[in-house]
């Protein structure tokens, strides 16, 4: 059977393109506004897969040896397709050993989900929460047997797993919420999930999606939200009000491929597990809490979850924890030659669930090195709206659900680049022609993540390592990390599949010319086993019926024309310039010198064939020395 398949599209139309700019915060959005704006920038990328399905997306991974692809310098093909699927992994929840301990723990629990006598989403709190936790301990439970077990027989598999108390969530247990978190995301007022997941066997009185070092190390008062539940008696106001929690976890971790909520349909009993990524959501198929078989599915889903053990698993780029970056040979593929650099400064993040999500930073280069195991203490800092006042007044009687005064200054956002306003005034000019336009359409949800204290934070306190490169593309006669003394600014995006060298291109072939920035590399981050930091193993493959994967959320009637996937991949550029915003010019004189640049600059792009379609505030910096 033939599906049919729409015209390729670009990400969905920011609903208001108003200008942003320094002096200009952007205004805060409520709640219902924020689902909204997410439901347009979701549009139909919505997918559900079998249970079995997402298990494996959710289960560490390893890619097969003969799906290893290596593309030095650009030279691959630009079909999505050349990104691995679901067939291209080896799965640690498919191992012989996990799969025959969990059929024997499982076929010795008896599942009775209490339903409860009273009308109301909030009567099914707290027999989700047990239901949830009774998943849990049997992940649990198979977790420790198979460890006991191959340490035991001394076996040897192709993923070994740590102790229990080295996972990535050890403590993983489920609790009811039921109030404000004790930070917002961005200009968004605070989410208020129903039941919440921590790493922490104590329920707390205040969950973050954050904790910072201001904030404090998590205790039995205040946690980390490790996955955050939605309870509501229909799915589509269900889904985009989870979209919001999908979209504060991606804050937390900016460079994530994928962020996950449980939704739970209280008037069907059903449950699915969601998957936000930035090419849409891919969630499971709607399980029965009464039925033993999706029983077992769910918890299958959650062993997948209790067997993460690094930030690969997580969907995190292993080469970074968001102040450390190891960044890849410039020349060779000896690891001993790889870049060792720092954040010192976030300079943007364009927040969103579906999306380029672009990040920059300022970065400077040290000594090198193949594993760092500490995290720098100063920077564990989140620059974010909080709410304030006592734990005690975050109490279930007595939860407040509004910000007091906050000592965080307000976020500002700049167009698609926002730029911490400097108050010094610079002198020189100059532009920095930052991105072309791929084609996407605009970032959608952009908030600033950034105040006039540093926003610097980490993502974990786990190892970070080098790892393999699809590609990369240099530019200039640097040989080596120690030649890039000052620095540079560091840019992390996911663009579509297709498109994903367009902008490395485009820095190569004008790198050092007059309004254009000194390009150093560019490449596209992989995980340690070489595949790509991506979206593609969340999406149908070229062997799905689109019909039987997509899924309706949106109540469009039949005879549909299925969307085309949106593939995306992380891809980083690394550039010698810095620039900061117009609005920094001392006089009308600088302002239109510094325009006329960036006019030079964009034409300069026209001539080696790159159409530069986004001219605004944000794309036209005045770097700070000419």
Known sequence: MTTPMSPPTSTPRKPSSAPRSPSVPPPAIKQLELMNLLRAEIGDQTWQFDAGRVARMLSPKKLKPESLRSHENGGYTADPLD?????????????????????????????????????GERSHYDPLVCFLNECVAIGNQVYMDVFIGRKKASHHSRFPIVDIKDRWWPHLTFHTYDRPTGDGIGNASPLKPDLVGVDSESAPILCFWKLTSDVGKADNLKAEIAIATEAKDNWPEMIWQSATYGRAEMATIPLRAFSLVIAFNSKSQMLRFLIFHHGGISATKELSVKDRLCCKNIC??????????????????????????LLPPLVERDESKGGHGEITNVLHHALSVRGRSTWIASIKFNSSSSTISSVPQHSEHFARKQLHGKVDDFLPKESRSGPSDSPFPNQVTSGRYSLRPRKEKRATSGSNQSEPKSGHGSESIQDEESSDTNCLYCFHNKDIKFTLLRWKLTSGNIQDWSEVKDGGVL???????????????????CTGNFGSPDHIMSFEACYEDGSPVSNSIFLPSANDNLENVFWNLHGAKSHLVYPKPDFRSLCFSLTRDEGETLENCTSAFELMECLLHSMLGWLDLYQHDFLHRDISIGNLLKLKSA
């Open 83 to 119: 990104l691995p699927s679901t067939h291209d992994f080896h799965y640690l929840v498919d191992d012989l050993d996990i799969q025959a301990v969990f059929e024997a723990r499982f076929s010795k629990h008896k599942f009775d989900y209490h339903s409860p006598s009273s009308i």
């Open 300 to 325: 299958l889903v959650m062993l997948s979850i209790l067997l993460w053990q690094s930030p690969t698993d997580a969907g995190i780029p292993p080469f970074t924890n968001g102040i450390n970056f």
């Open 491 to 509: 840019k992390g995006s996911w663009p579509q599949a297709a498109k994903r060298n367009l902008e490395a291109r485009m820095f190569s072939a």
